[in-house]
């Protein structure tokens, strides 16, 4: 396995995991760019969001991780708001081929992003 973020949820390679359960992990971002910034990845390896289907597998997964977004959230301190974003494929911007979601707050963002 050469995913880094597969290493990540298997513990593999040690990382500052701020929520695990079952199905998904979150942890802080090595390159941090708001004063919280952390990674929810589902533990199941999808490249991207491109490899999300619509099978009942994928929605169940998915839809459990969108409902956590707030519960990490409120752990993580951030009642004022905060910004989810996933960067998909090459205009995205995506480095890292394994989905994930960027939790980011404790500061006002800015829009539009870069
Ligand atoms: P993206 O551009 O959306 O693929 O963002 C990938 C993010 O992953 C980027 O903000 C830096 C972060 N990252 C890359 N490698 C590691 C790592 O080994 N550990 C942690 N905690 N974060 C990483």
Redesign the pocket.
Known sequence: MSC??CK?AQKE?P??IVYEDEEIVC?????P?APV?V?IIPKKHYESLDSVTESGEDKELLGHLMAKVHVIAARLGLENGYRL???CGED?????KHL?F?LLGGRQMGWPPG
């Open positions: 880094i973020f990540i390679i990382s500052d942890f802080r971002d090595l390159e760019q910034h990674l974003v996933n960067n995205g911007m995506q480095t890292v994930h960027h």
